[in-house]
């Protein structure tokens, strides 16, 4: 058969004419069983040809021993052989003439060196040929949208895949099933899945790619352990924003016990998390910590719109189920809706003044007896309030769940054809009680709810895509106009303050001396007081150490200090090498800030500000950004810790320097763009912040570079 020149785009790997199961038999206890099944059961439309050598027909479909054996080249294969088998079945595929095959084996990659040598051997022999390979150790694809199933997943023993419009990319293949399961079990439907595992081949960006211009998809769903490429994820990201398709991410690894999970999982490099999550937030990914609240965020704004507002309305059947709720609003931050007059004057005819006023509204408290009648009315001057963004409707057991839910249907129809299609979010918290309401609720269409935490979640997630930071702006030119030039290893602070002072950003003046004497002659060049520290690339905290000496008024003091320094580091860091003592001019500030950079090996530079001295280790209070930015962007930095009330002014404070500070962190930041590929790590810490007006200065300093 002819060998294929041209890779199969996604897109024509799910319009497949032709698929072939490799290891195809009646079995559905074994992988090749379930696949062959799920494939006839969800009504493929194209041929199938089962690869069995032991059997000439699998129901009433004719097998072949070999894929070179079928009348045509399958356009697509998917194969669950044992892995040392894996090989040379690719081998058959790609001269068949096979445009992608599917691997779900797992043990390459994920299991260590020797499985990698395989997988690479296995993607060089597709490549050789054209053929596109995903996984292995995945679960294949559903693609309700194109009613194709090459996946074996138990989740699929049903009779109809509901068909919406949410993406999903998961490098979990069990999670994407059991997402999609859990999904459609609540009314929750979805365009494509596509498990990758290792992405040995395909990547999560080419699939991201497709959904991006997928015309039957609307939301975009991704479990991520590592990217392979960060650049390019962004430009996905942004891609997907200006088509105005919300891309929601869960990324496992926030943690170094999930980070090493992750590795083990699907040979994923984990990398920072802050970096991914401010990768995110500069390329309009809603990040998210929950997979199940992942795809009902994504749900919901499939099914309602967007709303313009955060605050939330209640209504529920339990006053002290709709109490616990509204704590749990106000402890993320969420505002509660203040109904306008004309909202309170409609649920004044079902409710007490005081009752029609309140939030959460509790329907027990109607004037007829608590009726649950009273739903319609209610859900309908709910999400027609104009103080509203969105209705949150937690349900406990209640005498006709069935006939509540068939009457928050009726009203919730009511405002969409008025034009108002606000979130309306469905929480049913009983157990088995609630099962001919949840039955009622998908036969109008409306998915729900079985626990609270995930519908708060999704209003969260609503919060987030409310405040997304905009795209970013031209960056702007290095302040220094032309890349500095760095010595390998760790620079000691005197060669990394000449740096950050090449780049604009204020420090502190000094000189390194070597000795007592060399000491005093340069405190003689400078105005005191003077400070004066120990240069070893041994000793990082050098304070800890015994190797700075503060508030010396005269060169006489900073000789004696040296002296004494050197005598007590000789004691208790024997080992240390010690290339001299910094003597510096000592500044003081209001207030100690941490400002560095680092190089991510997915995303690049990123710079970091945070509280400083000593605190940036007790109160990991840090803002993370992917550099190099502005000092408008550096200004979004500060506002979002937890310490920017100290800057600000607090409780009758003066306010500090705040453009001094934010120009500090952008000029860093294009320090650490600069210095290139060989940059590892940049620390100023602290940086002095004074009162407004009167500027910044870093005081210590330390930069790390790599071999060439």
């Known amino acids: 058969m002819n060998k294929m020149t041209r890779p199969a785009p996604v897109s024509e ?110 993607v060089e022999e597709a490549r050789r040929h054209g053929m596109r390979i995903i996984g292995p150790n995945c679960l294949g694809i559903i693609s309700p949208a194109n009613s194709l199933v090459l996946c074996a997943s138990p989740a699929l023993y049903v009779d109809e895949l509901l068909v919406g419009r949410i993406g999903m990319v998961s490098q979990s293949g069990a999670l994407m099933a059991t997402l999609f399961d859990r999904a459609q079990t609540r009314g929750v439907g979805f365009s494509h899945c596509f498990s990758i595992g290792n992405q040995a081949d395909m990547e999560m960006c080419d699939f991201l790619d497709f959904l991006v211009e997928d015309p039957a998809t609307d939301v975009i769903c991704a479990y991520i352990e590592g990217v392979k490429d960060g650049r390019r994820f962004m430009e996905v990201a942004e891609r997907a924003r200006a088509a105005g398709k919300p891309v929601l991410a869960v990324k496992a690894g926030r943690t170094d016990f999930g980070a090493a999970a992750a ?126 963004g969105v209705v949150l409707c937690p349900l406990t057991t209640a005498p006709d769940m069935r006939l509540l839910c068939e009457c928050l249907a009726k009203g919730l129809a009511r405002a969409e054809e008025g034009g108002t299609r606000k979130p309306c979010l469905v929480v049913l918290q009983p157990g088995q009680a609630a099962n001919k309401a949840r039955a009622e609720l998908l036969k109008h269409g409306l998915f729900f709810f079985d626990g609270l935490d995930e519908a708060i ?9 409310l405040t997304l930071a905009p795209p970013r702006g031209a960056r702007g030119t290095s302040p220094a106009g032309a890349a500095p030039d760095a010595a390998s290893g760790a620079l000691d602070e005197a060669a990394a ?58 060169a006489e003091e ?37 400002v560095g950079a680092r190089r991510d090996p997915l995303f690049g530079p990123v710079v970091m500000l945070g509280a400083g001295g000593v605190m940036v280790e007790l109160l990991k209070d840090v803002a993370v950004r992917l550099a190099p930015v502005t000092p408008d962007e550096a200004r979004e930095m500060i506002a979002g810790l937890r310490v920017a009330p100290l800057l600000e002014g607090f409780r009758g404070s003066a306010p500090l320097d705040i453009d001094a500070l934010a120009e500090a962190v952008s000029r860093v930041s294009w320090l650490a763009h600069d210095l290139g590929p060989r940059f590892a790590e940049l620390d100023v810490n602290p940086v002095l912040v004074r009162k407004a007006g009167e500027g910044c200065t870093g005081v210590d300093a330390r930069i790390l570079m790599e071999e060439e």
Do not use: W
């Not at 004696?560 to 500030?589: C, D, F, K, N």
């Open 457 to 465: 979640r999704v209003i969260d997630g609503y919060r987030k895509l």
């Open 263 to 388: 590795f083990s999982h699907t040979a994923s490099l984990a990398g920072s998390y802050e970096a991914f999550e401010a990768a995110c937030s500069q390329s309009g990914v809603v990040l998210m910590d929950d997979p199940d609240a992942m795809v009902m965020l994504a749900a919901a704004l499939t099914r309602f719109d967007r709303p313009e507002r955060m605050e939330t309305a209640l209504m529920t059947t339990s006053g002290g189920g709709g109490a616990i709720t509204a704590d749990r609003l106000t402890d993320l931050g969420l505002p509660l809706a203040t109904y306008a007059p004309q909202t309170v004057a409609a649920l004044e005819e079902h409710y007490l003044p005081d009752n029609a006023r309140a939030n959460p509204i509790d329907m027990g408290a109607a004037k007829a007896g608590g009726s649950m009648l009273v739903g319609e009315d209610s859900v309908h001057a709910l999400l027609t309030d104009p103080e509203t």
């Open 13 to 122: 790997m799910l319009a497949p004419r032709s698929v072939a199961v490799i290891g195809a038999s009646e079995d559905q206890t074994k992988f090749g069983g379930r696949l062959f099944h799920m494939l006839v059961r969800h009504g493929f439309g194209g041929t199938i040809y089962p690869i069995n050598r032991k059997r000439e027909t699998l129901s009433d479909i004719p097998c072949f021993a070999r894929i070179g054996d079928t009348p045509s080249a399958p356009d697509m294969a998917v194969m669950a052989v044992p892995r040392d088998h894996v090989k040379a079945a690719v081998t058959e595929c790609a001269e068949a003439g096979t445009k992608a095959v599917i691997i779900i084996t797992a043990k390459f990659s994920d299991v260590g060196e020797e499985g990698a040598r395989l997988e690479a051997e296995v």
């Open 497 to 554: 303050k000449q740096l950050l002072d090449g780049y604009g950003v204020p420090v502190n003046r000094g000189a390194v001396a070597q000795d007592a004497a060399a000491a005093g002659k340069v405190a003689g060049d400078l105005t005191g007081p003077f400070v004066v520290k120990v240069v070893s690339p041994d000793i990082v905290h050098k304070s800890d150490a015994g190797g700075v000496a503060l508030g010396l008024t005269s």
């Open 558 to 594: 900073v000789a004696q200090a040296v002296t004494e320094m050197a005598a007590r580091l000789g004691q208790s860091h024997p080992e240390a090498r010690i290339t001299g003592y910094l003597v510096q001019e000592m500044v003081e500030g209001e207030l100690e800030m941490f």
